[in-house]
């Protein structure tokens, strides 16, 4: 890894044959154990094929921090000005308010390095890739849990998660949030819109609540949530809503990751445990714990059915809403 020097206002990264420059490397982003913006670059080239992995074709949010994680941030839909020739984009269409924003469309590290020049600390990407933005391809099962809800009941909800999962033949991949909360992908099939694939989502989240009700909620208004519940938040299929990617470092102080974990380490770690201090060798240990994700697509036709007797029931979904940060 390159090494910075306070005299050094800036350095080149060779990064696979592609050249980023890097300014104030020195920069302090997470204060806890002083960790710079060359250590988050060097953090983000230590797990350079699951970062990629998890970002490569979709359009990507950035969540950029310029003066560190306990400064302002900046949601950037829109490629920041500067960029490379070599940095890819993908135009997308936001009807309701008229506008159309190029956001980033990961290739290669070098792109998220260059990111990371740009103040980057969180990656967050559709849940569609650019091949057809309007398909998505991923479906993300986000356990949310509410201001006093303990991380044991994140674990009860993850295990009955991947109960259902099995029961249907997916097959999912968990992380940690890098908060309070997990997240567990499914590949899908590219072939519903997102509204459709919302609609399958909020059926899962009702069976899971269903299995666990003292734990569990799916009520839309926060208001109809006790400060005690799990909430299984399928919002975050909607268009245009995104969470962190797998890999993708939060912005806090400690400087959590976004983990990918196996189902057997779920009883035994808590989202403290993956850092940018930690994860390195983790990586090097363990590869890309989602490497295989690709080979394991699954199709939600059954979870649609599963839509469509809860809204016989009435249990109409919830309208869905675009996000419409800048």
Known sequence: MAAASSKTPAMVLDVDGF????TNPDRVYFSERGETKLDL?????????????ALRDRPCM????????EGDKVHQKRLPAGAPPWVETVRLHFPRYGLHADELCVQRL????????????????????????????????????MPRCGYDKV??????????????????WPKTSGGRGMHVYVRIKPEHGFQQVRRAALAFAREVERRLPDDVTTAWWRKDRSPEDLFVDYNQNARDHTIAAAYSVRGNKRGTVSAPVVWD???????????IETMPARFVRLGDLHAGIDDAVFDIAALLEWAARDEREGQDAPPDEEQDEE
Request: hydrophobic letters at 40%.
């Open 62 to 69: 950035l969540h950029r921090f310029p003066k560190g994680v």
């Open 19 to 22: 050249d980023v420059r890097l």
């Open 155 to 172: 674990r009860r909800a993850a295990h009955v998660a991947h109960e259902i999962l099995e029961e249907l033949g997916a097959v999912g």
């Open 110 to 145: 070098a792109d998220v390095i260059w990111a990371v020049q740009m103040s980057t600390v969180e990656f967050h990407p559709w849940n569609s890739r650019r091949a057809d933005t309007e398909k998505p391809d991923e479906w993300r099962i986000d356990l949310d849990p």
């Open 265 to 275: 380490e779920v009883d035994d770690s808590v989202p403290d445990d993956f850092t």
């Open 41 to 53: 670059a060097n953090y983000y080239l230590s797990v350079g094929p699951g970062i990629v992995n």
